[in-house]
């Protein structure tokens, strides 16, 4: 063991711990080790975590779990070199092990400031578990625990209630935590902690209508990424959905599969599913009907509702979303049953956006002044809290229930006031998903503004607009696929309206052809929009 020593009097702690423990040298190793880890920066660095479990698994277990600090440095390198953010349950199981043995020994010793490294770490878990409320609470009760030396662990706890701020429509406060957690991570050279910033600074920034500034910080991540593929996935996906934005879908494709290949690669599910559903859009964009239809039905097939009810909603929103648009008229629980959480416990997000699909079914059904009761508390509440991009959806949508009622003015005032602020950031899909409706109030619309770069913006804009109207027959490929999907509806209806109704339509052959004729109708009114609406 002269060896050990030698290399520990010069301060050269990894080439002693390597001695003592390839001499099985326990003890003396495990004093080594919690020198070695008392240095802050061994949280953050991933080849020291690496370096770290390779020793750690070198001694007994029972022994690791005696000593916390390195008890608790093990559920570190289990968490945060695992290739995915959501654990394995067998890798979540140890971690917690570890934890509470490490959380244990600390309470037992008094140790406040490390009781709060303890509880840090629990918000983390449970914010990767979607347990967003518990995670902020437990990330506040850190904070009172944690000193202003524990920047690491301070650094998590913002960002855990940075993204409870986020989920709940807070976009100013949210905002305030990850520009805090970024300068955090700047002064202490945290590079896994400035990238988590960035990416949560351009949701956040594209949440605020802000697109050019978030595609910023999303590229910033790319540049930064490395061998960190779970970031460069979440930055990749960040950037296809702005392009999807700006309708350049080629582009948005390219980086979704991309992002796609790295959600698989690393078992991520909801990246997986994020990526997919963009990939859904962009087919249904372009007219691709069966395709996005497969994409969406492989992901509902999957048992998503044991492991992630909000994942599962979320499938199940643009389920609605695309079926709203291949049948606007059928009622929305249908494709949307009720959630089994209280709608109280859901994210804001998700509210929002089954409100915006309620509203859109209440306008293909002609119900526009209901239309605009149940959209009222949501403009203001996005209005107060910066959501712009949610708050121009709300107001197109508001735009074309003022026109149903024939109210001129405050269409023609709400359809400016968005056109204004979509200018800057070049929204397109925003426009282009609404379809064919929100065309007719456009097109007239140019010649009634004055301001040339307003007006340039809008022909720039109805430009490919106005090639989907023409396609509204849609080329043959789409034609067919989409002529089978309503074939099959078809033969449905016929069979429920003449079988299935009110007996005196089963008595009547005659009242019932002319029941399904003019549901019919109906229905293939509908159809000639289908491939305009996202």
Not at 74 to 103: E, I, K, M, Y
């Amino acid at each position: 063991m002269r060896a050990a020593a030698w290399y520990e009097q010069h301060g050269l702690l990894s080439e002693a711990i390597e001695v003592t423990l390839q001499a099985r040298a326990y003890s003396q190793a495990v004093a080594l080790l919690e020198r070695y880890v008392g240095q802050e920066q061994h949280y953050t660095e991933r080849h020291d975590l690496s370096r770290m479990q390779t020793w750690l698994q070198q001694l007994p277990e029972t022994l690791v779990l005696a000593h916390p600090v390195l008890s608790f440095i093990n559920a570190c390198a289990l968490t945060f070199l695992s290739a995915s953010d959501h654990l394995a349950p067998t890798t979540r199981d140890r971690v917690q092990t570890f934890l509470d043995g490490a959380g244990r020994e600390w309470r037992r010793a008094g140790l406040i400031f490390k009781q709060g490294e303890v509880a840090a770490f629990r918000a983390l878990l449970a914010a990767r578990q979607e347990c967003v409320s518990e995670a902020a609470n437990l990330a506040r009760q850190a904070l009172t625990w944690l000193s202003d030396e524990q920047s690491v662990w301070r650094t998590v706890c913002l960002g855990v209630m940075g993204e409870a701020a986020r989920q709940a429509g807070q976009v100013a406060t949210a905002r305030a935590y990850y520009q805090e957690i970024l300068s955090l991570c700047e002064t202490t050279n945290n590079q896994p902690g400035k990238r988590v910033a960035l990416l949560s600074l351009g949701e956040v920034c594209g949440a605020a209508g802000e697109l050019r500034q978030a595609a910023t910080f999303f590229r910033q991540v790319v540049e930064l990424a490395d061998e960190d593929l779970s970031d460069l996935g979440k930055a990749l996906t960040g950037l296809a959905e702005l392009s999807y934005e700006w309708n350049d879908l080629e582009r948005a494709e390219e980086e979704a599969r991309k992002a796609l290949d790295l959600a698989r690669q690393l078992a991520d599910e909801p990246l997986e599913v994020r990526t997919t559903l963009l990939l859904v859009r962009i087919s249904h964009a372009r007219g691709e009907v069966r395709q996005a239809q497969e994409r969406l039905s492989t992901l509902l097939a999957r048992a998503y509702p044991a492991r992630s009810p909000h994942l599962s909603r979320t499938i199940q929103m643009v389920q609605a979303r695309l079926r709203q648009a291949l049948d606007p008229l059928t009622e929305l629980s249908r494709w949307l049953p009720p959630s089994p959480e209280p709608e109280e416990h859901l994210p804001q997000l998700y509210r929002l956006q089954e409100a915006l699909l309620k509203a859109r079914w209440l306008l293909a059904q002609g119900n526009a002044l209901e239309t605009l009761t149940l959209l009222a508390p949501w403009e203001k509440e996005t209005r107060d809290s910066g959501q712009l991009r949610c708050l121009l959806e709300i107001d197109l949508l508001r735009s074309l229930a003022y026109h149903r009622l024939k109210d001129v003015s405050s269409t023609r005032s709400l359809l400016r006031h968005v056109i204004s602020l979509a200018v800057p950031e070049g929204y397109a899909r925003l426009f282009l998903d609404e379809g064919e409706a929100l065309l007719s109030l456009l097109r007239p619309f140019v010649s009634r503004i004055r301001e040339k770069h307003l007006q340039n913006y809008l022909q720039h804009l109805l430009k490919p607009f106005s090639a989907s109207a023409r396609s509204a027959i849609p080329p043959p490929l789409a034609h067919g696929i989409l002529s089978s999907l309503f074939s099959a509806y078809c033969s449905f209806l016929v069979h429920h309206t003449l079988s299935l109704c009110h007996p005196r339509v089963r008595h009547n052959p005659a009242r019932g052809a002319l029941r399904v004729a003019a549901r019919l109708r109906e229905y293939r009114s509908c159809a000639g929009n289908t491939l305009l609406v996202a």
